[in-house]
């Protein structure tokens, strides 16, 4: 079925290698409307046996997925972390005297669909959050009919603002809509809407003319009772890496010292690698992702911003928190020491210095640039390897990327624009962040340490080297040699 199967929180994994067991943990997090505490139980890995005609799914998990709620302002937690904006305007929405009479009587599922209306999402997302508060009412008949309702009128809204009438979105939204129909028992109205969609048909695909001819022969039986599509039996696991976060090992120990300020899934700079298929016998170019948590430190300390990259394999998180704090600790230790870098994060507001690794690994390095940091590294004839990576940045604008080592009192910076340098395309080529840099590209950030000056840009193509050199007095040099010197 290729209809909009959207289980919410949940990620539907390839069903490839080992199944993972079903697995649950416990969430504790802080509202981030109110700051309440807020816990419950949430499934991290389950399996999906079946599906049924109103894309319920079935098997071994909990459907839908359980939602956090908040005692205090009875928010529901789509989200853990808002941004400010986003923030104030669900404060007033979820203290309206319009929520707070609802809040009693209705699921979680009907809350977010409420929510999701203040938000003014898809009407084909509202329409599914309301058909999951009906599954979470099946036995409470006359809230069920309700909640059904509320979702065949979204799933009917988004059908009529489409402006393609032949594509598959379209066809899933009137067979979804038509579904509600049929559960509600309005079969003719049901009938229509099929008939309706039929004529402008043009899809070829089984999925979809098996979901109208089954549709079809239960409107005609008058059979108003949920049922599966026997064609859609094949198990897929269902996993959610989000909340597996909240079930590692050394969580509680992580929050006594820090405050996790977001969870997104992204790839690493420019980390493409290549993978010969033998199945198709190309080769096929991705990006791996990760799982990245931004976390900052609760006291003052350097590096004061860390993003955490998360890897995951056969349905599992591959670190854990403990993982994580101690190699913060190495690098805090390492960055902290720094009385230079300490200068140049205090000498304006807004400035960041942000640790960067993967997993259990020291840095986040990606594939591609580790030749080269590394090259650049034995040319300054630093000792060791560059084991720690960092990143600084002046209003949300990452201009300066630099390295330290375990066995090295310098530090190598391996690049660094002060926003008038040349180097902006190459930065683009290679940094996601200078995105955003290059927006403010004609109003360069006035420099308040020597740091924001420096215009060093290294590439393996250059006959000169461009990095530069900070001694732990404070001292820089912008290296001079030509690449040939390496070997001196
Ligand atoms: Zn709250």
Redesign the pocket.
């Known amino acids: 079925m290729k209809r909009n199967v959207i289980l919410l929180t949940l990620l539907l994994a390839l069903a490839a290698g080992r199944s993972p067991a079903y697995q649950e943990v416990v969430k504790k997090v802080k ?1 981030p ?4 505490p ?1 816990s419950g139980t949430v499934v991290t890995n389950a399996t999906r046996t079946a599906l049924r005609l109103d894309l319920k799914p079935i098997g071994d998990l909990p459907v839908p997925n359980a939602l956090l709620v ?1 005692p ?2 009875s ?1 529901v937690l789509f989200r853990d972390h808002l941004n400010p904006a986003l923030k104030d305007s669900l404060n007033c929405f979820v203290k309206s005297e319009a929520y707070r009479n609802e809040a009693a009587g209705n699921t979680s599922y009907y809350l977010l669909g409420r929510i999701g209306e203040f938000r003014k999402l898809p009407d084909k997302d509202i329409a599914y959050t309301y058909l999951c508060a009906s599954w979470q009412t099946e036995d409470d008949t006359a809230r069920y009919f309700r909640y059904l309702e509320l979702a065949r009128q979204f799933y009917a809204r988004g059908r009529a603002g489409s402006r393609d009438s032949t594509n598959e979105e379209y066809v899933s939204l009137c067979l979804q809509e038509c579904e509600m129909l049929r559960l509600l028992g309005r079969f003719d109205q049901a009938q229509e809407v099929i008939d309706k969609m039929k004529r402008n048909y043009m899809l070829n695909l089984k999925d979809y003319s098996q979901a109208i001819e089954l549709e079809t022969r239960l409107i005609s039986g008058k059979n108003g009772r949920p049922c599966q599509m026997d064609w859609k039996k094949e198990k897929a696991e269902l996993v959610n890496y989000e909340d597996q976060v909240y079930g590692l090992p050394g969580f509680d120990q992580m929050q006594a010292g820090f405050e996790m300020d977001s969870l997104f899934f992204g790839s690493m700079d420019n980390d493409v690698r290549f993978f010969s298929s033998w199945l198709n016998g190309g080769t096929i170019t991705y990006s791996k992702s990760f799982l990245v948590a931004m976390l900052h430190p609760l006291d003052p300390v350097l590096p004061n911003r860390t993003c955490w990259y998360i890897d995951y394999y056969r349905y599992r998180l591959v670190p854990d928190w403990r993982d994580f704090l101690r190699i913060q600790q190495e690098i805090g230790a390492k960055a902290g020491g720094l009385e230079w870098l300490r200068q140049w994060q205090q000498a304006d507001s807004g400035k960041v210095v942000e640790a960067r690794f993967q997993g259990k690994k020291l840095n986040a390095v990606s594939q591609s640039d580790r030749e080269n940091v590394k090259a650049a590294w034995a040319h300054a004839r630093l000792k060791g390897s560059p084991d720690y990576q960092l990143k600084l940045y002046r209003q949300d604008h990452c201009f300066c990327t630099l390295y330290l080592g375990i066995k090295e009192q310098a530090a190598l910076v391996y690049h660094a624009s002060s926003g008038r340098g040349t180097s902006l395309r190459d930065q683009m080529m290679r940094d996601a962040d200078s995105l955003t840099y290059f927006k403010s590209f004609g109003a360069p950030l006035k420099p308040s340490h020597w740091l924001d000056t420096l215009e060093v840009d290294y590439n393996p193509n250059q006959q000169v080297p461009s990095y530069a050199v900070v001694f732990p007095d404070g001292k820089y040099e912008i290296n001079q040699r030509g690449r040939s010197a390496a070997a001196e």
């Open positions: 509202c409307l109110c700051g309440a807020v908040c205090g302002c928010f």
